[in-house]
Each structure stands twice: as structure tokens, then as C-alpha cells.
């Protein structure tokens, strides 16, 4: 199974997401099974594998505009292993500013981490996300992002 595309999946009423069994597979082999749960815009989650997330804290140390982004992701996140279920807990900070995220969502593969969205938010996600995800992959390219 390629890391590509998106599949429906639920936060169940314990805050634990459940990852897409056709991505687990591919998840533990490449990475293990810790993650580190976060959010960008606290609608959405990322879920980035541990050894993704440690490279990305690594990049930050000698890139000023990945530290300020990494430093805003630390804020509403946490490190979460996938339990036997496939399932991964959320932050407690992210179960209070966004109890939409409980219920059916949308699991998507990006690259080397998963983007999680509310049923209810996803056309909108979509649009809004394009430039978020240009302007990330720029600043680990050691690009600059260019504030409004």
C-alpha cells in the first residue's frame, strides 16, 4: 500500500483517534508507533511519526522561521503512542478548543505525516491548507515565509 490519499476514520469518545488500518502497516515499518499529535490552526490534526517529528525539531535549530512554527506546534501537542486498536490519544489542549474533532473524520497521508479534519471541515480545510502546506514545505526547504 502506497502512503498516499485519505480514508474516513473516528475520535472516539476517550479523544483517541483511530489511524486508517490501510496506513498502519506502512507507519509502523517505516517509523515505529509513536507520534507526536499537534494542530496548526486548532481545527485540524497533524500526525507525525516520532522519527519525522525529531527531525523536524532537529531542522528547527538551524532554521529561525521552522523553530517559530515548531514552537507553536509543541503548544498544542503530544507525544502519543498507537495502541494495539490503532488508535492514538489527542491532547487535552486540543479536546477543549475543539471538541468538533470528536466524530467521523478525515485521515489524509501527506508526504510523511497524516492531516486529520472534522467531516464538517473539510471542503473548507482543503482550500484554506494549500498555502499553509506550500508555505511549510518552503520553510524546510530554508525558504522564507513572507508575512501578510
Not at 73 to 79: E, H, P, Q, S, V
Request: with cysteine; aromatic share 8%.
Amino acid at each position: 500500500m502506497e502512503f498516499c490519499g485519505h480514508y474516513k476514520s473516528t475520535v472516539d469518545p476517550k479523544w483517541r483517534l483511530k489511524l486508517p488500518a490501510e496506513y498502519r502497516g506502512h507507519l509502523q515499518e517505516a517509523y515505529g508507533d509513536a507520534f507526536f499529535v499537534t494542530s496548526a490552526d486548532l481545527e485540524s490534526l497533524l500526525v507525525y511519526p516520532m522519527p519525522v517529528w525529531e527531525a523536524m525539531m532537529g531542522e528547527s535549530l538551524t532554521n529561525p522561521s521552522l523553530a517559530e512554527k515548531m514552537s507553536d506546534l509543541n503548544m498544542c501537542g503530544r507525544i502519543a503512542k498507537m495502541d494495539g486498536q490503532g488508535k492514538v490519544m489527542i491532547s487535552e489542549y486540543m479536546r477543549l478548543k475543539n471538541p468538533a474533532l470528536m466524530g467521523p473524520v478525515i485521515v489524509a497521508a501527506v508526504v510523511d505525516h497524516l492531516e486529520v479534519y472534522p467531516l464538517s471541515l473539510v471542503d473548507k480545510t482543503l482550500e484554506q491548507n494549500k498555502i499553509a502546506n506550500r508555505e511549510m514545505a518552503r520553510i524546510r526547504a530554508g525558504g522564507h515565509v513572507q508575512k501578510p
